[in-house]
Protein backbone atom coordinates (compact mmCIF):
# COMPACT_ATOMS: atom_id res chain seq x y z
CA UNK A 1 0.00 0.00 0.00
CA UNK A 2 1.24 3.88 -0.71
CA UNK A 3 -0.30 6.55 1.30
CA UNK A 4 0.11 10.05 2.59
CA UNK A 5 2.98 9.95 5.30
CA UNK A 6 1.60 10.78 9.02
CA UNK A 7 3.03 11.74 12.10
CA UNK A 8 2.71 7.75 13.13
CA UNK A 9 5.07 6.91 10.11
CA UNK A 10 8.27 9.85 11.02
CA UNK A 11 10.27 7.17 13.25
CA UNK A 12 10.65 4.19 10.74
CA UNK A 13 11.26 7.25 8.00
CA UNK A 14 14.28 8.75 10.33
CA UNK A 15 15.88 5.34 10.40
CA UNK A 16 15.52 4.40 6.91
CA UNK A 17 17.20 7.89 6.41
CA UNK A 18 19.95 7.61 8.74
CA UNK A 19 21.18 4.10 7.39
CA UNK A 20 21.73 6.26 4.57
CA UNK A 21 23.23 9.23 6.42
CA UNK A 22 25.34 6.15 8.19
CA UNK A 23 26.47 3.89 5.50
CA UNK A 24 26.24 5.47 2.12
CA UNK A 25 27.16 8.52 -0.04
CA UNK A 26 23.59 8.83 -1.79
CA UNK A 27 22.70 11.61 0.53
CA UNK A 28 25.11 14.06 1.30
CA UNK A 29 23.95 14.46 4.90
CA UNK A 30 26.96 13.72 7.42
CA UNK A 31 24.75 13.52 11.21
CA UNK A 32 21.92 11.33 11.52
CA UNK A 33 18.43 13.36 12.28
CA UNK A 34 15.87 13.06 14.81
CA UNK A 35 12.23 12.77 14.85
CA UNK A 36 11.36 16.05 15.23
CA UNK A 37 13.72 17.46 12.84
CA UNK A 38 12.00 15.19 10.06
CA UNK A 39 8.44 15.60 11.30
CA UNK A 40 9.08 19.37 10.33
CA UNK A 41 10.35 18.58 7.13
CA UNK A 42 7.52 16.24 6.04
CA UNK A 43 4.92 19.12 7.50
CA UNK A 44 7.11 21.46 5.30
CA UNK A 45 6.77 19.28 2.30
CA UNK A 46 2.92 18.71 2.92
CA UNK A 47 2.29 22.31 3.81
CA UNK A 48 3.59 23.04 0.47
CA UNK A 49 1.22 21.91 -1.54
CA UNK A 50 3.79 18.60 -2.25
CA UNK A 51 3.19 15.26 -1.30
CA UNK A 52 5.55 13.00 0.88
CA UNK A 53 4.63 9.14 0.16
CA UNK A 54 4.94 5.92 2.03
CA UNK A 55 5.07 2.07 1.33
CA UNK A 56 3.74 0.22 3.89
CA UNK A 57 4.41 -4.06 3.54
CA UNK A 58 2.68 -5.89 6.85
CA UNK A 59 2.23 -2.89 8.32
CA UNK A 60 5.37 -1.58 8.44
CA UNK A 61 7.16 1.54 6.55
CA UNK A 62 9.38 0.36 3.77
CA UNK A 63 10.18 3.37 1.47
CA UNK A 64 9.61 7.07 0.93
CA UNK A 65 8.88 9.24 -1.75
CA UNK A 66 8.34 12.72 -2.17
CA UNK A 67 8.57 15.84 -4.12
CA UNK A 68 9.94 19.43 -3.03
CA UNK A 69 10.11 22.78 -4.65
CA UNK A 70 12.82 23.02 -6.87
CA UNK A 71 13.35 26.64 -6.60
CA UNK A 72 11.67 29.43 -4.54
CA UNK A 73 11.21 31.82 -7.46
CA UNK A 74 7.92 32.29 -8.90
CA UNK A 75 8.51 31.01 -12.50
CA UNK A 76 9.29 27.55 -10.72
CA UNK A 77 5.99 26.82 -9.82
CA UNK A 78 5.76 23.72 -12.54
CA UNK A 79 8.97 22.48 -11.53
CA UNK A 80 10.07 20.38 -8.70
CA UNK A 81 12.79 18.04 -7.25
CA UNK A 82 11.89 14.06 -6.24
CA UNK A 83 13.62 11.73 -4.18
CA UNK A 84 12.86 8.45 -3.30
CA UNK A 85 14.13 6.11 -0.31
CA UNK A 86 13.60 2.45 0.44
CA UNK A 87 15.16 0.43 3.78
CA UNK A 88 18.11 -0.96 2.57
CA UNK A 89 16.78 -4.49 3.38
CA UNK A 90 13.83 -3.72 0.53
CA UNK A 91 15.68 -2.82 -2.54
CA UNK A 92 15.17 -4.12 -5.93
CA UNK A 93 11.44 -5.33 -5.16
CA UNK A 94 9.77 -2.79 -7.33
CA UNK A 95 9.18 -0.74 -4.41
CA UNK A 96 10.86 2.25 -6.01
CA UNK A 97 8.87 1.94 -9.00
CA UNK A 98 5.53 1.67 -7.37
CA UNK A 99 6.67 5.30 -4.94
CA UNK A 100 7.29 6.83 -8.12
CA UNK A 101 4.52 6.12 -10.31
CA UNK A 102 2.15 6.99 -7.39
CA UNK A 103 4.34 10.26 -6.78
CA UNK A 104 4.36 10.77 -10.22
CA UNK A 105 0.37 10.40 -11.02
CA UNK A 106 -0.54 13.25 -8.84
CA UNK A 107 2.13 15.27 -10.20
CA UNK A 108 0.72 15.08 -13.29
CA UNK A 109 -2.88 15.98 -11.58
CA UNK A 110 -1.37 19.33 -9.99
CA UNK A 111 -0.22 20.53 -13.61
CA UNK A 112 4.02 20.18 -12.51
CA UNK A 113 5.84 20.55 -15.91
CA UNK A 114 9.50 19.05 -15.24
CA UNK A 115 10.07 16.64 -12.63
CA UNK A 116 14.26 16.53 -11.50
CA UNK A 117 16.39 14.17 -9.78
CA UNK A 118 19.72 14.26 -8.83
CA UNK A 119 22.01 11.13 -7.90
CA UNK A 120 25.00 10.46 -6.37
CA UNK A 121 27.04 8.55 -8.70
CA UNK A 122 27.47 6.09 -9.28
CA UNK A 123 24.72 4.25 -8.80
CA UNK A 124 23.30 2.18 -11.06
CA UNK A 125 20.50 1.07 -9.44
CA UNK A 126 18.67 5.06 -8.88
CA UNK A 127 19.80 5.47 -12.22
CA UNK A 128 17.82 3.12 -13.77
CA UNK A 129 14.95 3.64 -11.70
CA UNK A 130 15.00 7.32 -12.96
CA UNK A 131 15.35 6.45 -16.25
CA UNK A 132 12.63 3.67 -16.49
CA UNK A 133 10.39 6.74 -15.09
CA UNK A 134 11.99 8.58 -18.67
CA UNK A 135 14.15 10.50 -17.03
CA UNK A 136 17.02 11.62 -19.13
CA UNK A 137 20.48 12.96 -17.58
CA UNK A 138 20.60 16.54 -18.01
CA UNK A 139 23.65 17.68 -16.20
CA UNK A 140 26.80 16.26 -14.35
CA UNK A 141 28.91 17.81 -12.13
CA UNK A 142 32.52 16.79 -11.13
CA UNK A 143 33.36 16.20 -7.37
CA UNK A 144 30.94 18.62 -5.50
CA UNK A 145 30.31 16.72 -2.53
CA UNK A 146 32.56 15.30 -0.48
CA UNK A 147 31.71 12.59 2.70
CA UNK A 148 33.84 9.60 3.90
CA UNK A 149 36.84 11.47 2.75
CA UNK A 150 35.80 10.42 -0.65
CA UNK A 151 34.90 13.50 -3.91
CA UNK A 152 31.42 12.60 -5.35
CA UNK A 153 30.09 13.52 -8.60
CA UNK A 154 25.91 14.30 -8.97
CA UNK A 155 23.99 14.02 -11.91
CA UNK A 156 20.47 15.89 -12.58
CA UNK A 157 17.65 13.62 -14.56
CA UNK A 158 14.48 15.74 -15.88
CA UNK A 159 11.38 14.51 -17.46
CA UNK A 160 8.68 16.91 -19.07
CA UNK A 161 5.20 15.47 -17.55
CA UNK A 162 3.37 17.87 -19.91
CA UNK A 163 3.68 19.50 -23.00
Do not use: C
Not at 131 to 140: D, F, L, R, Y
Request: aromatic fraction near 12%; charged fraction near 25%; charge should be negative.
Amino acid sequence: MIREASEQDVEAIVDIYNYYIRNTVVTFEETEVDVRDFSARIRKVQGSGNSWLVAIEEGRVIGYAYSTKWNERAAYRSTVEVSVYLSHTEVSKGWGTRLYDELFSGLLVRGIHVVIGGITLPNAASVALHEKKGMEKVAHFVEVGNKFGEWLDVGYWQVRLST
